[in-house]
């Protein structure tokens, strides 16, 4: 009878041992296709451009952006924010690679500085750097824009005073 308990006792612990293998193993597959299906959808996402305005005019009415004032204690981000100030209407030409668009319906990067969104997103603050660059450069809207699309702007430097 010990014997046989012992037996049943070593098959059960042996099945649930196998149970759990097969569902780690499940799990591990799940997670994997859903790694694979996010990737495949966040490199979509990339090829799919968002919102700009085509032109200063189709840009009107712009809208309110907070202040670099707002920003003292964070240089960088104050910065940003001042440059927004002087070159809202190539702002308002350029998309916005953080996608802010689906999030918070923007039309174009310039939407961004109307909240604090810009202060937390290096996308918005690379792209912004690299419009001013460009712009102190004597490129245009549209130059810049194909710059932002081919991903230039993850180069940007930090301190755009030139």
């Known amino acids: 009878m010990r014997s046989m308990v012992r037996t049943l006792s070593s098959v059960a612990v042996a099945v649930s041992l196998s149970s759990v293998m097969v569902l780690r193993s499940q799990q591990g597959e799940r997670a994997q296709a859903s790694k694979s299906a996010a990737g495949a959808a966040s490199k979509a996402d990339d090829q799919t451009v968002p919102p700009y305005h085509k032109s200063a005019k189709d840009a009107q009415p712009l809208p309110r952006i907070l202040p670099a004032s ?93």
């Not at 937390?120 to 001013?132: D, H, I, K, R, S």
């Not at 230039?152 to 005073?161: D, G």
């Open 70 to 162: 707002a920003f003292t204690g964070r240089p960088l981000v104050a910065r940003a924010y001042q440059i927004a100030s002087e070159i809202p209407l190539v702002l308002a030409q350029q998309p916005c690679y953080c996608h802010c668009d689906k999030e918070f319906g923007h039309g174009s990067l310039l939407d961004c500085f109307a909240s604090t969104h810009t202060a937390g997103c290096g996308v918005c603050m690379g792209e912004t750097f690299l419009a001013y660059q460009m712009t102190k450069q004597g490129k245009t809207p549209a130059e810049i824009r194909a710059a932002i699309m081919r991903g230039e702007w993850r180069t940007a430097s930090a301190n755009p005073s030139k």
